[in-house]
């Protein structure tokens, strides 16, 4: 499963006496981690980066804030936004504080082929007033444990993965000097200095953190991209549910739904493919709150749904919806692949 908060994450940390890190230095940090995580197949080419500088003394004094810069060819090309941006803020003088957090596409395995996530990792460096590094590397992905985020075991899906995962926080640990600090257990799992932990004599803390946790998470970062409304349709249902594919780019990014019952209607994100299906889902969900205006029941929002004019929501990719058992399913395949 993908999910839209990390699964785990670790840290190392170099420090000088000296004023020596610039952001170029955070920069080619980053771009070792990528190559790291590259060596083992675990990032692709794609992906963004953002930069940030602002005084150490006083975090309201921004000096740079740019998101969506586009990386280029590995390792970043020089001519590439993000290079051209780490140029700017290395000119910059004071005492700064600097964070370069790049989402890192890459693909995990499964018995039956590879699946790619558009943020399977991402990588955080900071640096603090020239004299503290501090990088930090998250992932997305529960293809690394024992017991995937819905609390099923997942021998083979391990077996193919938890060995890449380790030999690139080896390989990081070698760049950096030293192992790292793995996160704190969380909702999902037990970060360790090579993966994670085995759960499965203690079991998970949560049965189906996944399926606890990922609605809510969703749901919070799909309204913060909707303005408030009474005009939402009911988005629980207990039954059989029929959807739609909604696809951008040659990507399927999410799923416009309606409960068989007639009794509601949403939108389900494909995780995997990161932002882009949250920015399409907040298009498609304005497209049914415009239908719900007009009296439409939500079974006849489905059928007579229209495409956003907006350019992020994508066209809908059939020509009759497909159904399934529960909106559970439905979310397990979004969630999944």
């Known amino acids: 499963m993908i999910t839209s908060t990390p699964v785990g994450e670790w840290v190392w940390e170099l420090s000088t006496n000296s004023d020596e890190f610039r952001p170029s230095d955070a920069a080619r940090t980053a771009a070792g981690l990528w190559g790291r995580l590259a060596d083992q197949g675990l990032a692709v080419s794609g992906g963004t980066a953002a930069l940030r500088v602002s005084g150490r003394s006083n975090p309201r ?44 596409p890459g693909t995990w395995l499964e018995p039956g082929g590879s699946h790619r996530a558009e943020r399977l990792f991402a990588v955080q460096v900071e640096v603090w007033g020239g004299t503290l590094l501090v ?59 090579s993966g994670f932990r085995d759960v499965r004599a203690e079991g998970p803390a949560y049965d189906d953190a996944w399926g606890t946790f990922e609605t809510l ?35 399927t990014v999410g799923f416009v739904w309606a409960a068989v019952d007639d009794s509601a209607a949403g939108y389900v994100p494909r995780t995997a493919v990161g932002d882009a299906a949250f920015d399409a889902g907040a298009a498609w969900l304005t497209a049914l709150r415009e239908a719900r205006r007009s009296g439409l029941t939500p079974l006849a929002a489905l059928r007579g749904i229209r495409r956003p004019e907006r350019p992020e929501a994508g066209v809908i990719a059939q020509d009759a919806p497909e159904e399934a058992p529960t909106l559970d399913a439905l979310e397990e395949l979004s969630g999944r692949y």
């Open 61 to 104: 004094d921004i000096r740079m804030e740019l998101s969506g810069l586009g990386l280029g060819a590995p390792p970043w090309a020089p001519a590439s936004p993000f290079a051209r941006a780490v140029r700017e803020a290395d000119a910059l003088e004071g005492d700064l504080v600097v964070v370069i957090r790049v989402e890192c």
């Open 135 to 193: 990088t930090t590397l998250e992932t997305y992905s529960d293809a690394w444990l024992t017991m995937d985020t819905r609390g099923r075991e997942q021998p083979e899906v391990y077996a193919l993965n938890a060995p890449r995962l380790a030999a690139a926080l080896d390989g990081i640990s070698a760049l950096l000097g030293g192992p790292p600090e793995p996160g704190e257990e969380n909702r999902y799992a037990a970060p360790s200095t």
């Open 217 to 251: 998470d969703r749901t919070r970062l799909l309204d913060s991209r909707l303005p408030r409304s009474e005009d939402d349709y009911e988005q629980i249902a207990d039954g059989p549910v029929r959807y739609l594919a909604v696809r951008r780019d040659d990507r």
